[in-house]
T-cell receptor, first 114, second 119 residues
Framework: AQSVTQLDSQVPVFEEAPVELRCNYS??????LFWYVQYPNQGLQLLLK??????LVKGINGFEAEFNKSQTSFHLRKPSVHISDTAEYFC????????????FGSGTRLQVQP | DTGVSQDPRHKITKRGQNVTFRCDPI?????LYWYRQTLGQGPEFLTY????????KSRLLSDRFSAERPKGSFSTLEIQRTEQGDSAMYLC?????????????????FGPGTRLTVL
């Protein structure tokens, strides 16, 4: 079984400041890693994914994440946030074979303040 | 718009009533997933279909829940004898096992969800 832990339920940050949202996972098998964003009253949108290869993954809206296998982490970063980045962010994993359902963390609420 | 659509977007019902939700996936996608998201939590997997075959059901899917995908296109999720604990956002997602960037990489595209409130 897989599990995902998002260490911060809320992250307040000022506009134009950098931000890091933390994610740790646990799995006995190989996994793919994802970050999704959810705006109020909307579905989930994929920000970025790690499948293999380079451990630094770039996504949409200026976000990037780094896969660290030894620490089983996949932290999300952005060098300069905007008010429009205010949303809920979910880290997720899925097996690379067989069962393909996503296992999500409990989410991190990013609140960007002016 | 060729994204995943869900209907209705909101449903308020009384305890004990039956409700049915519909999901229309992206047209060329042959995998369809249902998830449930309660307040303050991440989505939890309920079930998934490949074409019309229901391949897996979570332990969260009690006997009161049933999902179908009769022709491998749209899907319905029915909850019988609703309980207050069923109040949640029900999310549908789809993916493809063919084509570039499809299910080979398990990229699932999500619909806007159906928010269920059981009074």
């Amino acid at each position: 079984a897989q599990s995902v832990t998002q260490l911060d339920s809320q992250v307040p940050v000022f506009e134009e400041a950098p931000v890091e949202l933390r994610c740790n996972y646990s799995s006995s098998v190989s996994v793919y890693l994802f970050w999704y964003v959810q705006y109020p009253n909307q579905g989930l949108q994929l920000l970025l994914k790690y499948l293999s290869g380079s451990t630094l993954v770039k996504g949409i809206n200026g976000f990037e994440a780094e896969f660290n296998k030894s620490q089983t982490s996949f932290h999300l970063r952005k060098p300069s946030v905007h008010i429009s980045d205010t949303a809920e962010y979910f880290c997720a994993v899925s097996r690379t074979t067989g069962r393909r359902a996503l296992t999500f963390g409990s989410g991190t609420r990013l609140q960007v303040q002016p | 718009d060729t994204g995943v659509s869900q209907d209705p977007r909101h449903k308020i019902t009384k305890r004990g009533q039956n409700v049915t939700f519909r999901c229309d996936p992206i047209s060329e996608h042959n995998r369809l997933y249902w998830y449930r998201q309660t307040l303050g939590q991440g989505p939890e997997f309920l079930t998934y279909f490949q074409n019309e075959a229901q391949l897996e059901k979570s332990r969260l899917l009690s006997d009161r829940f049933s999902a179908e995908r009769p022709k491998g296109s749209f899907s319905t999720l029915e909850i019988q004898r609703t309980e207050q604990g069923d109040s949640a956002m029900y999310l549908c997602a789809s993916s493809s096992i063919t084509g570039t960037g499809g299910d080979l990489y398990n990229e699932q595209f999500f619909g806007p969800g159906t928010r269920l409130t059981v009074l």
